[in-house]
């Protein structure tokens, strides 16, 4: 069965950190493109971060960058999104996603393989 399962999501106020990781059971990490989506309240489900299966591409949102950081472990089966600097508008269900190739990566409906998500609330 494959799964991804994330975890660290909190409560945190302005200003602080978090990091979010994400392992894959059933599920080779290391063979697939990673990333992190967020869905807020209201909200459509946007992608934050990607990195391709060698680290040597990334992509980052507007929103997030010089802030986020995407990282993978290989050996593991991890994947992480260090948060830091967290605005209230970082509130958000955070989803780890993969998928195999490198197309279309800003595009939730490209991604056949999901975990469940985990709540980020950013309190002001």
């Known amino acids: 069965q494959v799964q991804l399962v994330e975890s660290g999501g909190a409560l945190v106020q302005a200003g602080g950190s978090l990091r979010l990781s994400c392992v894959g059971s059933g599920l080779a990490l290391r063979n697939y493109i990673m990333a992190w989506f967020r869905q807020g309240p209201g909200k459509e489900r946007e992608l934050m971060a990607v990195t391709n299966q060698w680290r040597s591409l990334s992509h980052y949102a507007d929103s997030v960058k010089g802030r986020f950081t995407i990282s993978r472990d290989n050996a593991k089966n991890m994947v992480y999104l260090e948060m830091n600097s967290l605005k209230p508008e970082d509130t958000a269900v955070y989803y780890c996603?993969?998928?195999?190739?490198?197309?279309?990566?800003?595009?939730?409906?490209?991604?056949?393989?999901w975990g469940q998500g985990t709540h980020v609330t950013v309190s002001s």
């Open positions: 996603a993969a998928k195999a190739t490198w197309d279309a990566v800003r595009d939730a409906g490209t991604y056949p393989n």
